[in-house]
């Protein structure tokens, strides 16, 4: 098996089994007990992630190493993860000739348990970022991640330091590889008001598709990155399939039928409890929809190939996209993600929301590296 593949499999069932041990080997401590240890890990925690976002923006790694049980090899794995997550948004940021502006996290703890060595958390981290792009400063656009973390913390020479973080990470979603590098170059610009934006004629409601209400929906449900409504919770109608294969597809469905208003039928449909192949898996989802016209491709290639203009598309296929048509990621062959176009920022850039790693109004190419192909899909009006 591919490592690739193996981390994105590994990834949640480590996810999966930490949250489930946690009732078996830690049943026996009382809630003060938790409550406790809850307040006293508090300070660390918010230390922790103030720096991580200010990391984001600096780059200087030796910031947040004093955090990490770097004397432990899951530790040092840890560290490492997000050194390869700094690098990998350092060199994105240079080659799409922006910079970030800003960084801010909160969490929420969701489940605490304590152990006579160590404590392990799980929680859910909230990121908002801003960034400019250097063409046109003082223009900050926003972005919201949503990340679920299993922490283990123990303490060393007195004090708590992280010793396994596991998480999905919408920053970079090839994490697994130290040698990944985003892809070169950047779109030529055009205007917002060029891009489509929600309310124009060529988005409002006509025929089985509308836009508004498929980005309404969209940005409803973003799960818990920043901007999203609902609490930061997924809609709860639907089965979350986060940790049995990913929730992106699962969402685009959802988003297509509740927001979109396209209808169910035998081959695409959910039950209240389970989901047809064509719902809830990447490749299937991108079949159905072609091959019943309820969607057109406008092209596929690598992110290189989609932005540079052609005399099939004068201005770029990136510039045929429209808010509500959706995004298929293919790697090795394999369409592996699905996101949903939800606006476009101040450069014209396609932003996109997403489920597993979480994503609200985030630029579509951010997390994923140069091989990746990309498959634009027009939602037929």
């Known amino acids: 098996m591919p490592l690739k593949k193996y981390y994105k499999i590994a990834i949640p069932i480590l996810l999966l089994i930490s949250v489930s041990i946690w009732g078996i080997l830690f049943f026996n401590k009382t809630l003060s007990t938790v409550a406790d240890n809850k307040e006293e890990i508090k300070p660390f925690l918010d230390a922790f992630f103030e720096s991580r976002g200010n990391v984001l923006l600096s780059g200087n790694i030796k910031d947040i190493e004093k955090y990490y049980d770097t004397a432990n090899t899951y530790g040092k794995w840890a560290l490492e993860h997000e050194m390869r997550r700094i690098n990998y948004v350092k060199g994105w940021s240079e080659k799409r000739n922006l910079k970030f502006t800003e960084a801010q996290s909160i969490y929420r703890i969701k489940s605490i348990k304590v152990g006579e060595q160590s404590i392990w958390l799980y929680l859910v981290e909230t990121m908002k970022m801003g960034y400019e792009y250097n063409v046109k400063p003082n223009i900050i656009n926003y972005m919201g991640l949503g990340i679920r973390h299993s922490i283990q913390l123990v303490k060393v020479d007195g004090k708590w330091v992280i010793r396994r973080d596991w998480y999905y990470d919408p920053l970079d979603e090839d994490s697994a590889f130290i040698d990944i590098s985003p892809a070169d170059g950047i779109a030529p610009e055009i205007s917002p008001a060029n891009s489509t934006p929600a309310g124009d004629s060529q988005n ?115 510039r045929e996209l429209q808010k509500g048509d959706l995004i298929c990621y293919e790697e090795k062959g394999e369409i592996v993600h699905f996101g949903v176009v939800t606006g476009f920022d101040s450069y014209g850039i396609p932003v996109v929301n997403t489920h597993t790693s979480d994503r609200y109004h985030v630029p579509f190419d951010l997390g994923w590296d140069k091989k990746v192909i990309y498959r634009f899909i027009h939602m037929n009006d």
């Open 204 to 318: 409002k409601k006509k025929g089985n598709y509308d836009r508004e209400g498929a980005v309404r929906y969209a940005d409803t449900y973003a799960g818990a990155a920043w901007g999203s409504g609902n609490n930061y919770e997924y809609n709860k109608k639907y089965r979350d399939y986060n940790g049995v294969g990913g929730d992106c597809t699962n969402f685009a469905s959802q988003v297509l039928h509740e927001g979109g208003g396209l209808k169910m039928d035998y081959v695409w449909n959910f039950n209240g409890r389970d989901s047809s192949t064509a719902w809830a898996q990447a490749p299937a989802l991108f079949n159905y929809l072609i091959y019943n016209g309820k969607g057109r491709l406008i092209a596929q290639g690598t992110y290189t190939n989609m932005v540079k203009p052609s005399d099939t598309h004068p201005s770029g296929a990136i």
